[in-house]
């Protein structure tokens, strides 16, 4: 089924939450203030700095810029709330329990208990620290931790190595892991590591093994500008890929950290029209088709290509992304369920997501994001071109990027 979608217009877009929720955990250790260019407002980011305001940091918020000021000495007891933020989840409960003498009870939303954490406490409680869950919450007493030798299961979510490299200067000797399994969204480790040398501290990543000298300390920078979130972006390259006219958003440079930049690769390949520039990237539609792709390194986009597919000459499949089932929702099962409701021809079989084009124009059909802000946004992909699909709860969106919508009124036709 083509698509006749003329939409154009240009997005200007916060800075990235994966990026920032990294430097926020590295401010932790400075000795002096930062300022932060280009910060976030999604509730992910919210989350974090809710919780270390409670751990003794400072937020002084402006428009487009934060100082973020450390405190002499992190608070060593109290309570926090994770709402759905599994980043800090995950990054909240290492860093607690790597302060000495800390005790933090963590609670959590419902929806975060039930995503996995059981490999990062294990490991933290090899460490030295106590970490105990009980379904509700978690009951960490801290510790400088004990580095040595770790084998850490990589093929579940790439968050449990990068919460044990972000806390480096609290190990008390040299931390070594290896990683096992097929190690999924390895670009988002590799995004932690280049973080980390930006503020002075090295770890070596080779094959499934990364090591980390013990004594690093992190330095003091005046300033650290957070990228554009292409994360958020890629929505509306998505639509740019769909529509005869220009959609564009803001850049920062030609290259990027994140590994959801790499969708403009996949918009080439399926045959969107892509330009970069220093500062804009814009995106047109070109003659679409069916590609075969690997998706375990930019997961969080295997949705928004899900969608794409459908206005595709021919069927799209996409490998190596078993480990969506330990997202906001298990996005293979959920795709599958709601794309299902459009009369789409989808399947998973032998670990390949087969999406074959639309052939026929939706009727009145409700498609639900099960708490999940991937889906969401990806399915308003969905309501522009068929207005008359209606999206549940739809507010989720905020999780990741509160403008969303306003942001979607602004290139509509």
């Known amino acids: 089924m083509r698509n006749y979608l003329d939409i154009s217009g240009h997005i200007e877009l916060e800075g990235s939450k ?76 290492a860093r607690t329990a790597s302060i000495r003498r800390s005790q933090y009870i963590i609670n959590i939303s419902d929806q975060l208990k039930q995503r996995p954490i059981k490999p990062l406490l294990d490991i933290l409680n090899k460490m030295g620290a106590s970490v105990e869950f009980n379904g509700d919450y978690l009951k960490i007493k801290g510790t400088l931790p004990q580095g040595i030798v770790f084998d850490v299961p990589a093929d579940i979510s790439s968050q449990f190595i990068s919460s044990l490299l972000l806390i480096a200067p609290s190990y008390v000797n040299d931390l070594e892991l290896f990683l096992e399994g097929e190690v999924v969204s390895r670009s988002y480790i590799d995004m932690t590591i280049r973080i980390m040398q930006d503020f002075g501290v090295i770890a070596d990543f080779y094959g499934s093994r990364i090591f980390i000298h ?33 959609v564009s958003t803001n850049a920062l440079n030609q290259t990027s950290l994140q590994p959801d930049y790499q969708f403009l690769t ?26 075969s792709i690997d998706m375990k390194n930019t997961p969080d986009q295997v949705p928004t290509l899900a969608v794409l597919a459908l206005f595709a000459e021919s069927k799209t499949q996409i490998k190596n992304i078993e480990h969506l089932k330990y997202k906001e929702s298990n996005r293979i099962e959920t795709l599958i369920s709601e794309l299902s409701r459009l009369g789409v021809n989808i399947s998973y079989n032998n670990g390949v997501l087969t999406v074959n084009p639309l052939d026929r124009i939706p009727g009145n059909e409700i498609l639900a ?45």
């Open 18 to 93: 994966s990026i920032l929720n990294r430097v926020l955990i590295i401010a932790s250790y400075l000795k002096s203030p930062i300022k932060i260019i280009n910060p976030s407002s999604c509730a992910d980011i919210t989350t974090m700095t809710d919780n270390m305001c409670k751990m003794g940091l400072k937020f002084d918020k402006f428009s487009d810029t934060w100082i973020v000021t450390p405190p002499a000495k992190l608070v060593r007891k109290g309570k926090l709330f994770i709402r759905d933020s599994g980043t800090s989840y995950r990054f909240l409960t």
């Open 266 to 291: 996949i918009l080439e390949k399926i045959g969107a029209k892509i330009k970069v520039e220093k500062d804009r990237i814009s995106v047109s539609r070109g003659e679409l088709k069916g590609i």
């Open 369 to 413: 994001t099960y708490n999940d802000h991937r889906l969401a946004m990806a399915f308003h992909i969905l309501k522009i071109i068929f207005p008359q699909i209606t999206i549940t709860n739809a507010s989720v969106i905020a999780k990741s990027y509160p403008n969303f919508l306003n942001d979607l009124k602004s290139i509509k036709n």
């Open 214 to 246: 013990a004594g690093q300390e992190y330095n003091d920078l005046d300033e650290y500008t957070i990228e554009p979130d292409y994360s958020s972006a890629c929505y509306f390259w998505a639509f740019g890929a769909l529509s005869k006219s220009v």
